[in-house]
């Protein structure tokens, strides 16, 4: 069926011959099921749909390079002000664990997450999640096209005290947990949408023997998929690291030959040049440059913690190809867009550290680029139809000088009307068409209340949920 989105008053189509993205003004939008025909100018060929596009700008759809959906709603409200000073900040080690949703519960945190971001204009999604029951049926029935890269380990984080972080071994032997993901993969690209793919995910660079790694990147090639691995987490973990190999996590990486253009680095933020760190070696983004190895960056979840890369402009310009992830609640890819603009000139100090067009195009062509695609993350004719548009009339979008400007600075979700995915619409006038959200909530809060009430079981000190994550004010008893 052919669809034609008529009289766009503007349009964020791809200019191959520059390589970059280009505003058109006043032009159809074709598209015939999931590819696209034409982008700009007046579509004459036959058409089965035409679609009124008089109040609406199109642009492609986002690609969330790096999230967790399966934790990270029922998260909401508890983990915002969480953080460890004696782990540097990060709330990564302990409070995280002391709130664990049920494993058999997690569909309904993940399907909420999928809510979110087709709210906020994605249309592909990277979802690193350790395996749970009615991962494939939630992340088929979103609509989304989703990238399901199954997390394994050899060993896991632990402490006792929130003060000295351990490294235990898992109950099931990395070799295995990788052959699991292997199958979790087969069985997602065997699903009837055609929308999901496999990523091959070993967690992090800490919690990973480099044989594990290793095997990793080697299954990644022999299925041609994207590889991905946390690296540069946090300051523990860039410690651990030099203390085990005396040098950083990156130099480590290159000597085992495990760099290169199908690799994204989930973060890349501690690495020998971030100046929380004294380092002496500050190559490691010269090193990331040489192999065009991408790096998925994610940062509310960071600045939450007071932590920032240092930085998305200097890794860009030095050549780091840059996508963008959520990785944390909400899964708001627009707001995630603004942030990382506002950090990056913040951690240079100028405004020229993070542009507006320099997180659009991670948040697209960066984002296609790390999963090796040339197919999504632009307007072009033969591009998958992953489409977003944005309503215009919205007073949030003017007045309208600018509007890619508009959408990240001032308007976000608030303006995107129709999301469509392989050429399927997923979002229509703002609603999502794909899932019953009220029982996804209820769902969620059920889980959440249940991992507050046991979180002094879970917590390394028995402390109770309020004092793990003390509330914001006090609850009063005076009416």
Same mark, same amino acid.
């Given at each position: ?7 766009l008053p ?8 520059v390589?970059s ?25 036959a058409?089965?749909?035409q679609?009124d ?15 967790h959906?399966?934790n990270?709603p ?8 969480l953080g460890?000073?004696n ?20 569909r309904?945190?993940?399907r909420m ?9 994605v ?7 350790f395996?749970?029951p009615?991962?494939?049926?939630a ?5 989304l ?8 380990q ?5 402490t ?6 351990h490294?235990l ?9 990788l ?7 087969a069985l997602?690209?065997?699903?009837g949408?055609g ?16 044989g594990l ?7 990644a ?6 590889f991905?691995l946390?690296v540069?987490?946090?300051v523990?973990?860039f410690q ?8 950083t996590q990156?130099q480590?990486?290159?000597e085992?030959?495990l ?6 680095l989930g973060?890349? *933020?501690?690495l020998?040049?971030h100046?929380? /760190?004294?380092?002496?070696? !500050?190559? @490691? &983004?010269?090193? $990331? ?15 939450r913690?007071g932590i ?10 030095a050549?780091?190809n840059m996508?963008?992830?959520t990785d944390?609640h909400?899964?708001n ?7 990382a603009?506002?950090?990056?000139r ?5 405004i ?7 997180v659009f195009?991670?948040a ?6 790390? *999963? ?5 993350g632009? /307007?072009?004719?033969?591009? !998958?139809a @992953? &489409?977003v548009? $944005?309503?215009?009339?919205s007073?949030w979008?003017?007045?309208i000088y ?11 979700d608030?303006?995107?009307s129709?999301v469509?995915v392989?050429?399927r ?5 703002g609603?999502v ?9 209820r769902?969620v ?5 249940k ?5 002094s079981t879970?917590?390394?000190s ?10 914001s004010?006090?609850?009063?008893s005076?009416?």
């Amino acid at each position: 069926m052919i669809t034609c989105i008529r009289r766009l008053p503007w349009l964020i189509g791809y200019d191959d011959t520059v390589g970059s993205h280009s505003y058109l003004k006043d032009g159809d939008l074709a598209f015939e099921n999931g590819t696209i025909l034409q982008v700009g100018g007046h579509y004459e060929g036959a058409v089965d749909k035409q679609v009124d596009g008089r109040n609406f700008c199109a642009m492609p759809g986002l690609i969330n390079a790096h999230t967790h959906p399966s934790n990270q709603p029922s998260f909401r409200g508890v983990r915002e002000d969480l953080g460890n000073p004696n782990f540097y900040q990060s709330g990564l080690y302990d409070g995280r664990t002391a709130f664990v949703a049920d494993v058999d519960q997690r569909r309904w945190n993940a399907r909420m997450a999928y809510w979110e971001m087709l709210k906020s204009g994605v249309t592909t999604v990277v979802d690193m999640s350790f395996p749970y029951p009615g991962w494939i049926d939630a992340a088929s029935d979103s609509g989304l096209r989703v990238y399901v890269a199954p997390l394994f380990q050899d060993r896991k984080w632990s402490t006792a005290d929130g003060i000295r972080l351990h490294y235990l071994p898992e109950a099931v032997s990395g070799e295995k947990a990788l052959q699991a993901a292997l199958d979790l993969i087969a069985l997602a690209e065997r699903d009837g949408s055609g929308r999901l793919v496999g990523l091959v995910a070993p967690m992090a660079v800490d919690v990973c023997e480099p044989g594990l790694i290793k095997d990793g990147l080697a299954a990644a090639r022999r299925l041609g998929r994207p590889f991905q691995l946390h690296v540069g987490e946090s300051v523990l973990e860039f410690q651990e690291m030099t203390r085990r190999n005396g040098k950083t996590q990156v130099q480590w990486l290159d000597e085992l030959e495990l760099l290169g253009p199908d690799v994204i680095l989930g973060h890349g *933020l501690f690495l020998g040049h971030h100046p929380w /760190l004294h380092w002496d070696f !500050r190559g @490691d &983004i010269g090193i $990331l440059a040489r192999h065009q190895v991408s790096v998925s960056h994610c940062p509310t979840v960071f600045g939450r913690y007071g932590i920032t890369l240092d930085s998305f402009g200097g890794y860009a310009r030095a050549g780091i190809n840059m996508s963008i992830g959520t990785d944390t609640h909400p899964h708001n890819m627009i707001e995630e867009m603004r942030h990382a603009a506002i950090h990056a000139r913040i951690a240079e100090g100028r405004i020229s550290g993070g542009l507006t067009a320099d997180v659009f195009n991670a948040a697209t062509l960066g984002g296609a680029r790390a *999963l090796m695609r040339e197919d999504i993350g632009r /307007l072009a004719p033969g591009a !998958r139809a @992953d &489409i977003v548009l $944005l309503d215009l009339s919205s007073p949030w979008m003017q007045p309208i000088y600018d509007p890619v400007r508009c959408l990240v600075h001032t308007a976000a979700d608030r303006a995107v009307s129709d999301v469509y995915v392989d050429g399927r619409l997923v979002v229509d006038g703002g609603e999502v068409a794909t899932m019953a959200i009220d029982e996804v909530a209820r769902h969620v809060s059920a889980m959440q209340a249940k991992a507050v009430e046991r979180a002094s079981t879970l917590d390394h000190s028995g402390r109770a949920a309020q004092q793990i994550a003390p509330m914001s004010f006090a609850i009063s008893s005076v009416h």
